[in-house]
């Protein structure tokens, strides 16, 4: 699976769109871009994938670049309890699914 | 329609005891796994169930053991605890190929 890199932190305010980058380089042409979240003691929760097209849903949206090499996660209107570690993942659709989660990006957002 | 569950929440072992952490789903999800989380990490796969009487290690399988007791049930089993094994952990479940994988709340075990 190919590696992502994330920056380790940022700040967003409340109501503004928070917009959280990833880098993947190395993906390769089967290889999908996934977004999971973790709020303090919580599982993580998955927000939203894709492939080469932008995607949207009632959570978030995500670009991905024309190159594929990069992504973004939008989120629209940041609330508190956004506040979380943001995961990107790549990897293929497969049976044998397990998810390599890295450090993420932790998100404060604040009022 | 409750998801994955976990139990127990919380749990403290003195080290050498053994115990089981229990996992169910109720989404008849194939796939099953657990991973650890240690403060300030990421989640690391322990072990994983593909499907029902399958059972592979992942990246940090010592010292544990599971057992895919049915579609729905996948327990992870410490056989003689370490502070080590002190962490978070996690169940998690998927239906097949590539869909979203759902986690549960989590078992917070501190081993003295």
């Known amino acids: 699976d190919a590696k992502t890199t994330q920056p380790p932190s940022m700040d967003c305010a409340e109501g503004r769109a928070a917009n959280l980058p990833c880098n993947h380089s190395t993906i390769s042409g089967n290889e999908y871009v996934y977004w999971y979240r973790q709020i303090h003691s919580q599982g993580p929760q998955y927000i939203i994938h894709g492939l080469k097209n932008n995607e949207t849903n009632e959570m978030a949206s995500l670009i991905i670049t024309e190159d594929r090499k990069s992504s973004t996660l939008i989120l629209p209107h940041a609330t508190l309890r956004d506040t979380a570690v943001y995961y990107c993942?790549?990897?293929?659709?497969?049976?044998?699914?397990?998810?390599?989660f890295g450090a993420g990006t932790t998100v404060t957002v604040r009022a | 329609n409750a998801g994955v569950t976990q139990t127990p929440k919380f749990q403290v072992l003195k080290t050498g005891q053994s115990m089981t952490l229990q996992c169910a789903q109720d989404?008849?999800?194939?796939?099953m796994y657990w991973y650890r989380q240690d403060p300030g990490m990421g989640l690391r796969l322990i072990y994983y169930?593909?499907?029902?009487?399958?059972?592979d290690k992942g990246e940090v399988p010592n010292g544990y053991n599971v057992s895919r007791l049915n579609k729905r049930e996948f327990s992870l089993r410490l056989e003689s605890a370490a502070p080590s094994q002190t962490s978070v952990y996690f169940c998690?479940?998927?239906?097949?190929?590539?869909?979203?994988?759902?986690f549960g709340p989590g078992t917070r075990l501190t081993v003295t």
């Open positions: 989404m008849n999800h194939n796939s």
């Open positions: 998690a479940s998927i239906l097949g190929q590539g869909l979203v994988q759902y």
């Open positions: 993942i790549v990897r293929t659709r497969s049976n044998d699914y397990k998810l390599s």
């Open positions: 169930s593909a499907s029902e009487g399958t059972t």
